[in-house]
């Protein structure tokens, strides 16, 4: 009797093992057609004894089920990306040769997803994508930038301010030579994964102009970040630390000290802000933005008339620079009030009669100089309606009624047409 059973036991389990075996081999056969439900339905069946199966087995069990969880990749929920990441990961340790190519899919999946969840602005969903791309390959360090990026705009600044002391410690700058070719057909300039891409193309006649670009450091971008974290947490002894670090290493980065001074400025000390850019201005001459944003922190300290050259010498530089000119007319437009105010303490003495008539004049000559800036402004950008306003009260105090109807109208119909 007791051979019997022994004999029936291991029928039974020749049978499971068979069995099995079949549903993982049909599996693997539905993920080659397409056909991922149904193989997701097979592995199911097969999963209740797979503690049975041999490690051959196992691997490709777990190789065709994250398969079947990455589908063909469009639209996965994200507990399937990363459930499809561990089942690659087993696969892996259990030494199946095509698990690093399903990892890839995988990867490659999960940036996909994660670039659709930052157009939606789900930054905290797009971050969790990118750390796991980046946990599948490590040397892919610019997943791990990116998912740092992502965890500052969803304001996780711990998991922010731990991904980038990771890519401190991994000596991490972003730098990067891409190569580049312009399409005939198109005249579009398009990446390429290589240099031998890059030449097989241009040798096929398909793309001219082949070049190669080295990427600017990242690591500016990554101190400032990692400052204004400290400074949002009230840490301002450690943000002024963290940039010393950033600049010991780089001491004539331009984006470091652009960072640097980016951080004074969230920090209030405008002086020290203005001490910095004034350092970047004399390593980069020629860039308006540095002296629109020197304008914008002069003028913030009250130094009007100096913030005004800055503003000019932007223009200089950017002639079409709106910001700069409407900056101007408001900084002239600005000193109009302590004039008022004087205009109004006077009496009725024949002294404060003649001082009122003096005051009027500089008032006028006040929106003499600003309306020539705002005529530009509105000629460059005919729908800025601050400008027509603006304009619109000047042409009043001057006593230039026409003038005024019209810019009156103007604004009308701006307001109408944004409604």
């Known amino acids: ?18 069995a099995q075996k079949r549903e993982i081999r049909r599996a693997g056969k539905a993920v080659e057609k397409g056909e991922y439900q149904e193989a997701m339905s097979h592995l199911q069946e097969a999963e209740a004894s797979l503690d049975g199966a041999n490690q051959s087995q196992q691997a490709d069990f777990y190789l065709y089920r994250g ?53 939606a602005q789900d ?36 998991v922010a301010l731990d991904y980038y002391e ?15 070719a312009t399409n005939k057909e198109t005249g579009e300039d398009e990446l390429m994964p290589s240099a031998e891409q890059m030449d097989l193309f241009v040798k096929a006649g398909t793309h001219t102009n082949p070049r190669t670009e080295v990427t600017e450091s990242r690591k500016g971008e990554i101190a400032k970040n990692t400052a204004l974290i400290y400074i949002e947490r009230g840490e301002d002894e450690k943000a002024i630390a963290a940039m010393e670090d950033a600049k ?38 020629d860039n308006p933005n540095l002296y629109y944003n020197l304008g914008v922190s002069t003028s913030e300290l009250g130094d009007n008339e100096k913030a005004i050259e800055y503003y000019e010498k932007a223009l200089e530089l950017d002639p079409q620079m709106t910001n700069a000119r409407i900056n101007i007319a408001f900084l002239i437009l600005s000193e109009e009030r302590a004039i008022v105010e004087e205009m109004n303490s006077l009496g009725t ?17 006040i929106y003499q100089e600003a309306l020539p800036h705002l005529e530009v402004v509105l000629e460059n950008n005919p729908d800025n309606i601050e400008a027509a306003r603006t304009m619109m009260n000047i042409y009043y105090q001057i006593n230039e009624p026409e003038k005024a109807e019209e810019m009156k109208q103007k604004v009308a119909d701006l307001e109408a047409a944004g409604q």
């Open 248 to 285: 010991r290493e780089n001491p004539n980065d331009i984006a470091l000290m652009q960072a640097e001074a980016d951080m004074y400025y969230r920090m209030g000390d405008m002086q020290k802000y203005r001490d910095i850019m004034e350092q970047v201005v004399q390593q980069d001459p």
């Open 166 to 180: 990771e890519l401190k410690d991994l000596g991490f700058t972003g730098i990067s030579t891409q190569y580049l």
């Open 67 to 119: 398969y079947a969880l990455v589908g063909n990749g469009e639209n996965v929920p994200t507990q399937d990306l990363m459930a499809a990441v561990e089942s690659f990961k087993k696969a892996k340790e259990l030494g199946h040769a095509e698990a690093d190519a399903g990892i890839q899919t995988v990867s490659n999946a999960l940036i996909n997803a994660a670039i659709s969840d930052q157009n």
């Open 349 to 365: 003495s024949a002294a404060d009669n003649k001082k009122y008539d003096e005051l009027g004049k500089q008032r006028m000559a």
């Open 123 to 158: 930054f905290e969903a797009a971050t969790e994508k990118l750390y796991a791309s980046y946990d599948l390959n490590k040397q892919d360090t610019i997943y791990l930038y990116y998912a740092a990026s992502n965890a500052v705009n969803a304001g996780n600044y711990d």
């Open 1 to 18: 009797m007791k051979t019997r059973i022994l004999t029936a036991v291991l029928a039974l389990t020749t049978v499971v093992a068979f």
